[in-house]
């Protein structure tokens, strides 16, 4: 069967459709989210950050500190009234060596009554789908557990190239489903400010986690260090009715990640925090299409790709695919901000690929009609008949001709009659077609153009199409070629029939016209005009294996053949005897 350009299309669609089931080219799919969906806007100034910088520890000395400077900043936070204090920051394991500072941190918890702490858990190297379950889980020690008023898990999960795009919503530990740092906050400030809360709607995927629209670049939300709140430089109540989160903001602490707003630049985790906060205060959630919808666009989009290779030509084609690409990257954009993530990581490319594969398939397809042309047509005409229609292309074929000086052959084959008549009509055209194929081989051997064939008899022409200098020679040893060849031939039929045929040739220079002659729906390349009608008819003069050559012919190569005049002979068609020669040889 033969490959069309369908099935190439068609072909490319099922891998991408496979690719985009197994998630082989998620990260392309990251670039064009990161690149083209997530747009920086406003923070939300309801959210602030405490934080742990290098200013504090140059003031409270190396980390971690005694934890009744945490408790002090809770006290003092305590004055100002804030909606919600959240450290991210862990207390695993009560201080062996500062109990009091223990029950300072513990009592300002409680008396606040607002504080969050964080918890941490440890999952195996890879998930399945549905809920998460942590192996192990690190917590603060019972009493500071206690004392708090609620728990949230501060896992981050980036993907495969380390950039950080989901949350993980909640995971289960024990037979308990803890959820995120991010979402108690968000409950809580609710709560407190009295207001609805709405997680039930969360567009989670199947791995229990949720898009981040990230809002701020690294460092655009307030940052406040811990010591200015503490030394009064900021005052307790700056964070009224506030979030108030407090976590590390420094390099050492190795919290820090790439996101897809700033890849080069990582975000400290407590801003990771700020950013999923804020997506949750104003409802800004995103649900991400099934793959199976998303397989419906990358089918639509092949559809229209081969739809334009079909109907226009390949520029057109390229720009029109072109022109789609930008409306999917610009759609995606669009339904990205009405809260709808489409996968156009899979579709570019497609198209892409598919451009690049059209221009292969329709090189290889003219290679092969060329060649298809040249073997089939190239039976019928010359070959340089051939590549002039192929360069040509339409064009090539339209009806019309060029006057030029051509120099045309006629060859017959003398004695075929009576062959005939012994001979079984397998035979005839057997013998027939070693003779014309030997007159054929010889044209093409001198360039020149072999018009047709006329029963036993051929025409040439040379120096059509293409030019061709010193034609009227070239035509001569094509003839004198045809005499020698056909001496073997002859051999062999009089050693099967007892007698043999003969060529007999004319050839004649002069003015004609060649091209397409005929009409729309059947035409030749031929020659017409005098010089082909005199040729024909020294010919038709010519006795059995003589080569007959007019007085233009003999003109230009006389001082290079041996040749016999034969007088003034009256030819159809002409009031005056034209002279011709007989050749008998080549010097």
């Given amino acids: 069967m033969k490959i069309k350009l369908v099935h190439m299309i068609a072909l490319l669609t099922a891998m991408a459709v496979l690719l985009m089931y197994r998630g082989t080219l998620d990260t392309m799919d990251y670039f064009f989210q990161d690149r083209f969906m997530q747009k920086e806007s406003a923070v939300d100034t309801r959210i602030a950050i405490i934080a742990i910088d290098d200013e504090s520890i140059n003031n409270f000395g190396s980390w971690p500190w005694n934890r009744s400077v945490h408790a002090q900043l809770i006290d003092t936070l305590a004055e100002g009234e804030p909606a919600v204090i959240a450290f991210d920051v862990t207390f695993p394991a009560p201080s062996a060596d500062d109990p009091d500072s223990d029950a300072a941190l513990i009592t300002a918890v409680s008396n606040a009554g607002n504080i969050v702490m964080p918890v941490f858990g440890t999952f195996a190297s890879s998930a399945k789908r549905g809920g998460i379950e942590a192996l192990a889980m690190s917590e603060p020690f019972p009493a500071l557990k206690e004392a708090a008023a609620a728990v949230g898990h501060i896992n981050t999960i980036p993907d495969r190239d380390r950039v950080v795009r989901n949350a993980l919503y909640s995971f289960a530990s024990k037979g308990e489903q803890i959820e995120s740092f991010s979402g108690v906050i968000y409950k809580m400030f609710m709560e407190r400010s009295g207001k609805q809360v709405n997680t039930n709607m969360l567009p989670l995927d199947a791995f229990g986690q949720f898009h981040i629209p990230y809002t701020g670049r690294p460092g655009q939300y307030e940052a406040i260090p811990y010591s200015a709140v503490l030394s009064g430089d900021v005052p307790a109540d700056y964070f009224k009715d506030r979030i108030v989160l407090i976590g590390p903001y420094a390099t050492g602490f190795k919290d820090d990640y790439l996101t897809p707003l700033q890849v080069k630049i990582p975000m400290y985790g407590v801003e990771i925090h700020a950013n999923i906060i804020q997506a949750l205060l104003e409802g800004d959630l995103k649900q991400e299409l099934d793959w199976k919808w998303n397989a419906l666009i990358l089918l639509i989009a092949a559809a229209l790709a081969y739809f334009l290779f079909r109907k226009w030509n390949m520029i057109i084609s390229f720009l029109a695919v072109a022109a789609i690409m930008a409306v999917f990257v610009i759609g995606s954009s669009y339904l990205y901000s009405r809260g709808f993530i ?6 570019v490319p497609l198209l892409i690929i598919s451009c690049i594969v059209v221009v292969g398939f329709h090189y290889v397809e003219e290679l ?86 006329i029963g036993d008899a051929a025409m040439a022409i040379f120096n059509a199409p293409l030019l061709l200098e010193d034609h009227p020679m070239r035509a001569v040893e094509a003839a004198w070629a045809m005499k020698e060849g056909s001496a073997a031939l002859e051999c062999k039929l009089i050693e099967r029939f007892g007698f043999g045929v003969k060529f007999g040739i004319g050839i004649h220079t002069g003015p004609a016209v060649f091209g397409n002659i005929g009409s729309k729906s059947r035409m030749d390349y031929t020659a017409i005009g005098d010089t082909v009608n005199t040729s024909a008819r020294l010919e038709s003069n010519a006795k059995p294996g003589q080569i007959i050559l007019s007085d233009a012919v003999y003109q230009v190569v006389k001082d290079r053949v041996n040749a016999n005049s034969l007088g003034e002979i009256k030819v159809k068609g002409k009031e005056q005897g034209i002279s011709i020669y007989e050749l008998e040889g080549l010097k």
């Fill in 342 to 347: 489409i996968s156009i990581g899979y579709v």
């Fill in 368 to 453: 092969l009609e060329r060649r298809r042309v040249t073997d089939i047509f190239g039976r019928y005409v010359a070959p340089e008949v051939v590549s002039q229609i192929l360069r040509s292309g339409e064009e090539g074929l339209k009806l019309g001709g060029t006057r030029r000086e051509l120099t045309v052959l006629f060859v017959d084959i003398r004695g075929f009659t009576p062959l005939s008549e012994k001979a079984e009509p397998e035979e005839i055209v057997e013998i027939l077609n070693e003779y014309l194929d030997l007159a054929a081989n010889c044209i093409f051997k001198y360039d020149g153009t072999l018009d047709k064939f």
